[in-house]
């Protein structure tokens, strides 16, 4: 296997995920944590762009990194103060041992034999790659995802008034 | 694949982006005076020592206000496709759109008349 | 990966092909950065001075010719300030935001397209990598509130996260416009697609939208409640001094240039001009423009006073917001019927003026009606404010007789 320049955007952006998560799940602090699930996530966007998606990759940022770490960020300051935003890890080693053993189980029951098995999975990524304007001519023809798109847009106000709802009912002031 | 060509220079300007502002903070580390002092270092309070916690009166409109945003987030996002396909669709591709639009138009007006986008 | 241009050169020179390519894409980005870099230095000196003559004072006028030098001064003043950082701040967030919040005004120069032929990055999503990179901005600034671990810088982050969060979607509903209108959301073909009419003129309301929620966005008045010195004892960046103040500091200035270019490429016509095939006229054409509309952001600052929070927070939601999506209804109408009815082009990259005329004319009359509205619309308000004032002061008259 040759070391293109994909190759090693492809570690790197391996390392920045992976070395993401490992941050979220050990460090004591929930507002550390935040950053560095956002961290991991701009990891993911990076995947997104080595895969010819870089709408996603754009979504990815936009919301995760715009939006969603703002509302973890007020989540948290609305449950706690910041002088408690520490949690603590009890039974340290038992759980680090079962997570290794769910990965080797995984790995070997289920991710290899897939892949071994599967001669479609070996190829390299298709280079017929689709853009963003054919993504959009799929979302509104009637004859393509125009009605999926339309439950999108249901899911999503449906989300707003639930949000505002919730939201209403724990505020007392209201 | 020369969509990788104009990604690798977004790239390299990601790397390149934090460290100009880096320069001159390094810069200023090593030229200026460092006389820290346990009064300085303190935690600011026109003057006067923290009283209690660091605890903030957090309000539930800044959460609600995040809610909407992301929203309407998520909705502006799928808007820019069809967007960028505008001009090649037909008729009934433009109303499933604007259909999108009116939806969450109508969630918008929900909130509204509820009252939380008012600041309380 | 092609390799053309400097790459070539490196590589027949006998260079590895990864690096030759790395070197030259590092070259690129070294001189498209240089344009937003050089340009704070002199945006500082251009925003005190015509601040100063709005004030009817004279401005910095000291050191060097004019007060030209003026910037130089304060970044040696910057440099040699004693750094003091709060014990109980979390040192790695306190010290990565200056530097997550200057980058992510500087990546958006990488998209900017100078001239045709000159630019950093033709990205296909161009329009979406601009508003997702600003957005960084919001997360650096919360985490600078969070990391000084202060009551007042908190409070001030939360406040600006709530602005800046809220602003932000009218000005993308704004931005929906000319990628409808140019069919791409590379800033490129955008250019491209207003060769034979501004956006500006086919769309003025999606401009004046940007041109007032990035005024918000950037946090100058009348929404400049983030830096009103008066409350909340300068917002997020309290605890910050010296060079990482510095960092902000020059952060908020260029993030105002930087819209001001944006709207040119958007809405104005890029590099578009008299002669404008000559790239460095072009680079001219957009720079001109650009200076024009940083002037008049410049003189809405130093003239209108600043507004509440909650009347910040009404104006979007309550007015901006409805505007901008029943905007993009509109114009997405309108546009569609008249490519239906075969009088507008489907491809607007090429399109010769005349051509393009009779949807410019459609839809110029659409925003007038719509503009009528709104300003009927202020009319009434006014009228009705005006009204209940003077119940009030006729009260107050009645009651102190």
Redesign the interface.
């Known amino acids: 296997m040759e070391i293109?320049?994909?190759t090693v955007?492809f570690i790197v952006f391996a390392l920045i995920s992976l070395g993401g998560a490992i941050g979220v799940v050990t460090c004591h602090?929930l507002?550390?944590g935040t950053?560095w699930l956002?961290v991991s996530l701009f990891g993911a966007a990076g995947f997104f762009?080595?895969l010819?998606a870089?709408?996603l990759a754009?979504?990815q940022?936009?919301?995760y990194?715009?939006?969603?770490?703002?509302?973890f960020?007020?989540?948290v300051?609305?449950t706690r103060?910041?002088?408690n935003l520490k949690t603590r890890f009890t039974r340290l080693n038992i759980n680090i041992a079962a997570a290794i053993a769910l990965f080797v189980l995984l790995v070997v029951g289920v991710i290899a034999p897939v892949f071994i098995l599967n001669p479609d999975l070996q190829q390299p990524v298709s280079?017929v790659t689709r853009?963003?304007?054919?993504?959009?001519?799929a979302?509104?023809?009637?004859n393509s995802f125009?009605l999926p798109?339309?439950l999108?847009?249901?899911l999503?106000?449906a989300?707003?008034?639930g949000?505002?709802v919730i939201?209403?009912e724990?505020?007392d002031?209201? | 694949m020369e969509i990788l060509n104009q990604w690798a220079f977004i790239g390299v300007f990601a790397v390149a982006a934090p460290i100009f502002p880096a320069l001159p903070i390094l810069i200023a580390w090593i030229l200026r005076p460092s006389k820290p002092n346990v009064l300085k270092s303190q935690t600011y309070e026109c003057g006067v020592e923290t009283v209690g916690d660091t605890w903030v009166q957090f309000r539930v409109q800044y959460y609600i206000y995040g809610l909407i945003f992301l929203i309407f987030d998520v909705e502006m996002v799928l808007l820019f496709p069809w967007a960028m396909a505008y001009n090649r669709l037909d008729a009934f591709a433009s109303i499933v759109g604007v259909i999108f639009i009116l939806l969450l138009l109508d969630g918008l007006l929900y909130a509204w008349n509820k009252g939380v986008l008012e600041w309380k | 990966m092609d390799c053309t241009g400097l790459c070539e050169t490196l590589f027949r020179g006998g260079l590895d092909q990864g690096i030759a390519q790395f070197i030259s894409l590092l070259v690129g980005v070294l001189l498209v950065s240089g344009v937003p870099l050089v340009t704070v230095i002199f945006l500082i000196w251009v925003e005190r001075k015509i601040a100063a003559r709005i004030q009817d004072r004279l401005g910095p006028n000291r050191v060097g010719p004019f007060g030209l030098l003026q910037t130089f001064a304060d970044l040696i003043k910057l440099l040699i300030k004693e750094d003091i950082t709060p014990t109980a701040a979390d040192r790695l967030l306190y010290n990565a935001a200056p530097l997550v919040a200057f980058a992510s005004v500087v990546l958006i120069w990488g998209v900017i397209p100078y001239t045709p032929y000159h630019f950093g990055a033709d990205l296909e999503i161009g329009v979406l990598y601009m508003v997702a990179v600003a957005s960084l901005g919001t997360l650096a600034i919360m985490t600078a509130g969070w990391a000084s671990n202060n009551k007042y810088a908190l409070l001030g982050a939360f406040r600006v996260v709530a602005l800046l969060v809220s602003y932000e979607i009218p000005m993308v509903f704004a931005l929906l416009v000319p990628v409808m209108l140019a069919g791409s959301m590379s800033l490129l073909e955008i250019v491209h697609a207003q060769g034979g009419m501004w956006f500006g003129i086919m769309a003025p309301i999606s401009a004046v939208l940007f041109f007032i929620s990035a005024q918000a966005e950037t946090g100058r008045a009348p929404f400049d409640l983030i830096e009103a010195e008066s409350e909340l004892v300068a917002g997020f960046n309290i605890e910050y001094s010296g060079m990482k103040f510095g960092m902000f500091f020059a952060a908020e200035f260029l993030h105002v240039f930087t819209n001001a270019i944006l709207l040119v490429v958007f809405f104005f016509g890029g590099w578009y001009g008299p002669l404008w095939q000559e790239p460095l006229i072009a680079f001219m054409w957009l720079g001109l423009k650009a200076s024009v509309l940083y002037f008049i952001s410049l003189w809405i600052r130093n003239t209108v006073p600043r507004l509440r929070i909650d009347q910040v927070m009404w104006f979007n939601w309550f007015r901006l917001v409805p505007l901008s999506i029943a905007n993009v209804l509109v114009i997405a109408t309108v546009v569609k019927i008249m490519q239906l009815l075969n009088l507008a082009p489907r491809n607007l990259i090429g399109a010769s003026f005349g051509e393009v005329l009779p949807l410019t004319l459609v839809l110029l009359l659409a925003n007038i009606a719509m503009g009528l509205i709104i300003v009927g619309q202020l009319r009434t308000a006014g009228q009705t404010a005006r009204v209940a004032a003077e119940n009030r002061a006729s009260v107050r008259a009645a009651i102190g007789d």
């Open positions: 293109t320049i994909v955007a602090n507002f550390r950053i956002m762009v080595l010819s870089p709408f754009a979504v940022v936009l919301v990194i715009g939006a969603i770490a703002i509302l960020t007020f989540a300051m609305l103060s910041i002088s280079s853009t963003t304007i054919d993504l959009g001519e979302f509104a023809r009637g125009a798109f339309e999108a847009s249901l999503l106000t989300a707003m008034i949000a505002i939201a209403r724990s505020d002031e209201v």
